[in-house]
Every structure is written in C-alpha cells, then in structure tokens.
Nanobody, 121 residues
C-alpha cells in the first residue's frame, strides 16, 4: 500500500505558475505509474496527466498541453506538477494518484487527499 500527500496549492493570479508536489510513502514508489487529476467546483474529477514508472513517458489532456509538466524523482518518492500560464479555468482541487499497472489508461489504486488551486482572474 502507498500513501500520497499533495502540497503546493494556493492562490495565484492568472498567468502565474505553481508547482504541486505529491509525496508518497509506503511501498516502493518506482513501482507505480502516477497520475494527476483535478476537480473543479460543481464538476466531476478530470484527468490532467500521467507519468510512467521511470519518468520516461508522459501524457497530458489537451487543455493543459504546453502549460503543465509532470516529473518525478523516484529517489525522493515524489511526483511534481508544474503549472504555467494558469487561467481561471484551472481552478480546482488537484489530486495525485498511483497505479500499479504501467498502462496509461489503467485504474488507479491509491489517491491523495487533494490540494486546492485557485486562480484569480
């Protein structure tokens, strides 16, 4: 089992940047593919991006391509979400999730509690 804890959320002006972190504890972090999701007010949870176990491969939903970057440091058991050129539409609670399967579209096994990102227009 793995426990996930997001941090780095906050209030930022439109056009600004934030970097979220997701620290993992428990079983070997490098054995999990990691995903980022977000849930905007009044909406369901939406996929943001994914990174493979070794960090060599990433995938993003269209709305964040070119603005968001996912990276990971397996030695620190941490995955990051660098968010640039933020807009009001990026306001949401952001979650990280871990998947035992290496397949990008696999079901996620563990979830963090989320961190709030608010972008002021």
């Amino acid at each position: 089992q793995v426990q996930l804890a997001e941090s780095g959320g906050g209030l930022v002006q439109a056009g600004g940047s934030l970097r979220l972190s997701c620290a993992a504890s428990g079983r070997a972090f490098s054995g999990y593919a990691m995903g980022w999701f977000r849930q905007a007010p009044g909406k369901g949870r939406a996929f943001v991006g994914w990174i493979s176990r070794n960090g060599a491969n990433t995938y993003y939903t269209d709305s964040v391509k070119g603005r968001f970057t996912i990276s990971r440091d397996n030695a620190k058991s941490t995955v990051y979400l660098q968010m640039n050129s933020l807009s009001f539409e990026d306001t949401a609670v952001y979650y990280c999730a871990a998947a035992l399967s290496p397949v990008r579209t696999a079901t996620y096994d563990y979830w963090g509690q989320g961190t709030q990102v608010t972008v002021s227009s």
